[in-house]
């Protein structure tokens, strides 16, 4: 049941420019985005901006040469920023999922799984305006898969966000690489937003299907055959991963080091794929392995939610950067949103 809504409100949000408003008159009343004080702060880092001397930037760089902070350190920090800090105690933060844009093999129907496909440049329209949706979210953090469809779904998304943060990928493989991607600059890390990349995002591995036609393959071993290993909770494909061992890694990072940081008030984007999603998705949505079959996601569609005491709370799809209604779902939202109007006039 919840499941089809889910689609219901995907399928909506393409055709019509729709998402679920339900959250708004909880929330705030009506029409009230803009009455809210301007004393409530938001995301610190908007009102800083620019406003650093020199001798300031100094003893950045002295601080930067002289600890061990890594940019990931910077935004998870507490101290990082104080009006930051009253908002992590309201515990509440954005959580944007998005699948990656059409993939070259998308276009080809052919199953991918953890093959490592680039976008066609449909996918890259389809980052790109999605990044236009999303251009008035908050977002402190960044995860994606290791496969380079959902890095560039990340990165052409990012492209178009109004706070104009540079998304850097942490790069942590080795000892070596974390000591040669470091930044020097406390002013510069503030201006960035970490980017993780790790492979328990991936899509489900699709075994002895990856690289065959999704068409030639149900012809060979039938419709109900295919739409069981592709959709089913516990059937995997031959000598591939079930939903199930997906979500055994994909959720269980997502609880391990995705969680932590939306509960510490940190906003985040996901950049991922179809499977890996959907497990995702199971969880937030408490879905049963029965829901979980009709839930089908589109390819470069954001959907966020809110996390808030530990509860999830589904918002649908921003329609377009102007939309009102999705930034009145929060205080944060709506204050985040005005503090861009401002810097923009
Ligand atoms: O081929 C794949 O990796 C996935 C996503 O494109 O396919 P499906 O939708 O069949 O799970």
Request: charged share 25%; with cysteine; hydrophobic share 35%.
């Amino acid at each position: 049941m919840a499941a089809a809504v889910f689609n219901q409100s995907i399928g909506a949000s393409q055709s019509l420019g729709h998402f679920n408003t339900s959250g708004l008159h909880q929330e705030f009343g009506k029409g009230s985005v803009r009455l809210i004080s301007k004393a409530f702060e938001v995301d610190v880092g908007l009102s800083k901006r620019g406003c650093s001397n020199s001798s300031q930037r100094n003893l950045s760089i002295i601080r930067a040469s002289t600890s061990q902070t890594s940019l990931i350190d910077i935004v998870s920090s507490p101290s990082h920023n104080k009006s930051n800090d009253s908002l992590k105690k309201s515990g509440e933060a954005a959580l944007i999922l998005i699948r990656h844009g059409e993939s070259l093999w998308n276009e080809k129907n052919l199953f991918t799984g953890c093959v490592d496909v680039p976008l066609t440049k449909k996918g890259v329209e389809e980052a790109i305006e999605a990044g236009k949706r999303i251009s008035n979210i908050p977002i402190d953090m960044i995860y994606t898969s290791a496969l380079i469809r959902a890095q560039m779904t990340a990165m052409l998304a990012m492209t178009q966000h109004r706070r104009k943060k540079v998304p850097v990928i942490m790069h942590n493989e080795s000892e070596q690489a974390t000591a040669w991607s470091q930044i020097f600059s406390e002013d510069t890390k503030k201006q960035s937003i970490p980017v993780v990349a790790d492979w328990r995002l991936n899509e489900r591995m699709y075994g002895e299907l990856q690289g065959l036609n999704k068409q030639e393959t149900a012809d060979r071993y039938g419709k109900e055959q295919v739409h069981e290993w592709r959709r089913s909770y516990d059937v995997p494909p031959p000598n591939g991963e079930s939903l199930e061992m997906c979500a055994q890694r994909a959720v269980a990072y997502f609880k391990d080091q995705i969680e932590p940081q939306l509960l510490a008030g940190k906003n985040v984007m996901i950049a991922a794929h179809g499977n890996s999603l959907r497990s995702i998705i199971m969880y937030l949505d408490k879905l049963t392995s029965q829901e979980v079959i009709s839930l089908e996601l589109s390819t470069g569609i954001p959907m966020l939610y809110i996390s808030k005491e530990g509860k999830f709370i589904r918002r649908g799809s921003p329609a377009g950067p102007a939309e009102a209604g999705v930034y009145a779902y929060t205080k944060k939202l709506a204050l985040y949103r005005q503090k861009l109007d401002e810097m923009v006039h």
